[in-house]
């Protein structure tokens, strides 16, 4: 699989982003997806992910409430809705893969053997 994230951009504190996963070369509804994040001078973190139907979704903390994860296997696409973004949100993000047909979803950056270049998202107070 091959990933592509896209939507990154400039946004006031307060506003939302939309970004997409875009994946190509392998049946993609048989890979979860997880989205991370890297800031400037900071280790890459994991944001959230979805299982490979859809049907589970997990979120880090400092996003649970605000930042939500959909996928449309049709598509070949994962989403990441970022709504009421915040400064600390600023960061490099990125999309991994894992071929997993698991009803769970992981974290660590370890599990994830695909990964896309990253889009940046820029959050001015």
């Known amino acids: 699989v091959q990933l592509q994230a896209s939507g990154g951009g400039l946004v006031q504190a307060g506003g939302s982003l939309r970004l997409s996963c875009a994946a190509s070369?392998?049946?993609?509804?048989?890979?979860?997806v997880g989205w991370f994040r890297q800031a400037p001078g900071k280790e890459r973190m994991f944001v959230g992910g979805i299982n490979w139907s859809g049907g589970t979704t997990s979120y880090a903390d400092s996003v649970k409430g605000r930042f939500n994860i959909s996928r449309d296997n049709a598509k070949n696409t994962v989403f990441l809705q970022m709504n009421s973004l915040k400064p600390e949100d600023t960061a490099v993000y990125h999309c991994?893969?894992?071929?997993?047909?698991?009803?769970?979803?992981?974290?660590?950056?370890?599990?994830?053997?695909?990964w896309g270049q990253g889009t940046l998202v820029t959050v001015s107070s």
């Open positions: 070369g392998h049946t993609f509804s048989s890979y979860a």
């Open positions: 991994a893969a894992r071929f997993s047909k698991s009803g769970m979803v992981v974290g660590g950056e370890r599990y994830y053997s695909m």
